[in-house]
């Protein structure tokens, strides 16, 4: 099983609050991921990065911040929620091995009003 | 037209079907394949990895890869309820690139 973990599992808002998707692991995984996650349709990627002070934009365009101040810790943090926002955030770690996989944590279910 | 095709279904099948779920790439890079499932309400976890072409069997799980056709299929035998999940194809161009998902296929396996 994997140790990765996202908090709050799901969180409901109003529009215009700002809030922090949190995720760690502790698993010592140098490359994390942000992929959001809407039914019926593909994971993009919207952050990634490959270790401390380290972190990209990926293909996806999200108004969505993120900061990577510590190895285990890569939290997610939208200034200003929108209705649009509404979706499943999945935030990821690159295992050590050459496979390329990724170990994915719960997920953040995110509504906003 | 987009980099990875995958039929999101929903398909279903009655318990002890042979099921086949297949993905389609247009970026012929692509070098490293996988399936993940995932569980309603869980993050994905890997299920079968492929590097290049080529198949590989665990258990009940068969991978496929057909680079010529870009092409990739995942063979469930004998398939049980707890089956039920959403299949994602994934393949990336290296093991150390972000992973390019398709859609998913929602699977359901009928008691």
């Known amino acids: 099983e994997a140790d990765i973990y996202q908090t709050p599992r799901y969180l409901v808002i109003g529009t215009g609050k700002k809030i922090t998707l949190e995720c760690s692991q502790t698993?010592?995984?140098?490359?994390m991921y942000w992929y959001q996650q809407d039914p019926g349709m593909e994971l993009h990627l919207i952050h990634y990065?490959?270790?401390?002070?380290?972190?990209e934009k990926g293909d996806l365009s999200s108004e969505s911040t993120v900061s990577r101040i510590r190895t285990e810790h890569f939290p997610l943090t939208l200034e200003s929620a929108r209705p649009s926002h509404t979706s499943q955030y999945l935030c990821?770690?690159?295992?050590?091995?050459?496979?390329?996989?990724?170990?994915f944590g719960e997920g953040s279910r995110l509504t906003v009003l | 037209q987009k980099e990875v095709e995958q039929d999101p279904g929903p398909l279903s099948v009655p318990e002890g079907a042979i099921v086949s779920l297949n993905c389609t790439y247009s970026?012929?890079?692509?070098?490293?394949f996988m399936w993940y499932r995932q569980y309603s309400r869980k993050g994905p976890e890997l299920l079968m990895y492929?590097?290049?072409?080529g198949n590989k069997e665990d258990g009940r799980f068969t991978a496929q890869v057909d680079k010529s056709s870009k092409y990739i299929s995942l063979f469930i035998r004998d398939s049980q309820p707890s089956d039920s999940a959403t299949y994602l194809c994934?393949?990336?161009?290296?093991?150390?690139?972000?992973?390019?998902f398709g859609k998913g296929t929602r699977l359901s396996v009928i008691a």
């Open positions: 970026n012929s890079a692509f070098q490293y």
């Open positions: 492929t590097y290049s072409s």
């Open positions: 698993m010592g995984h140098d490359k």
């Open positions: 994934a393949m990336s161009f290296s093991g150390n690139t972000p992973l390019v």
């Open positions: 990821a770690s690159l295992g050590q091995g050459n496979t390329g996989e990724l170990f």
């Open positions: 990065s490959y270790g401390v002070n380290s972190t």
